[in-house]
């Protein structure tokens, strides 16, 4: 499955992960060693990063950029393992860029499948109410805190998916992490090799809607109590002028 963009339009909520000061050079963790970043100026405005290492337990790489060293940094995509390279494109000219990566890992819970009816949306669905879309956190369903570096015992249980309507789910589970850094809801459509994110969620998250594309009338769905690993070298270029048409 191809990787899944953090801000999307299918996902109700989205979180950016808080804004820390960039290392120089690679930072390692108890996650792993960090991946060696590169980035190439392809044209005047696009910029091709690609790299290797990085934790080969991890579960996934955070891409983040700046227009500034000290940040605030922006994610442009939560990654999934076997993706090593990316297109930063159109950016802004005569514009200085930072780029980092990081890992993530953590437990994941059990898996639901989930089928929608078939068709479009109505427009008594698209007046309806959509409160349930906003992320939230009821107390019931959080449980005592257990740490994410502890192995499965701080993943989600009781992942429930409710049909809204046509292109509508809403989920719900117990959170049983202490530490976590947030979660990421992820899904397989159909006939996809793997899971890859589809919304990033605030610690302490156990509900959270999703409005889904035409392509995934059915897939398979979990959510992951993550936490931040090693993070790479901080590559910088500046744009140049966009070429004349």
């Known amino acids: 499955m191809p990787a899944v963009a953090v801000v999307l339009a299918a996902a109700a909520c989205t979180a950016q ?12 963790s108890p996650g792993g060693a960090a991946a060696t970043l590169r980035a190439v100026l392809t044209t005047p405005t696009d910029i091709d990063l690609s790299w290797r290492g990085g934790g080969p337990g991890a579960l996934g790489h955070v891409l983040e950029f700046a227009t500034d060293e000290a940040g605030p940094y922006t994610v442009l995509q939560y990654l999934p393992p076997g993706v090593t390279s990316y297109r930063h494109p159109d950016l802004m000219p005569r514009t200085t860029f930072f780029y980092r990566l990081r890992t993530f890992d953590g437990p994941a819970s059990a898996p639901v499948d989930v089928s929608l009816p078939p068709g479009e949306l109505t427009t008594d669905d698209q007046e309806s109410d959509h409160d349930w879309l906003a992320p939230r956190r009821d107390p019931g369903r959080s449980a005592t805190g257990r740490s994410v570096r502890d192995g499965g015992v701080a993943a989600p249980t009781g992942l429930k998916a409710m049909v809204k309507h046509a292109n509508g789910i809403l989920f719900t589970w117990t959170d049983h992490a202490s530490d976590e850094e947030g979660f990421l809801l992820e899904s397989r459509t159909r006939g996809g090799s793997g899971y890859a994110p589809v919304a990033v969620l605030d610690p302490d998250i156990n ?4 409005i889904t594309l035409p392509t995934e009338k059915r897939a398979s769905y979990r959510v992951r109590a993550f936490t931040y690993g090693a993070r790479s070298n901080v590559p910088r270029l500046t744009t140049g002028e966009p070429a004349e048409d």
């Not at 509900?207 to 999703?210: K, N, P, R, S």
């Open 17 to 28: 992960p808080p804004a820390e000061r960039p290392a120089r050079g690679p930072a390692t």
């Open 207 to 210: 509900a959270c809607g999703l």
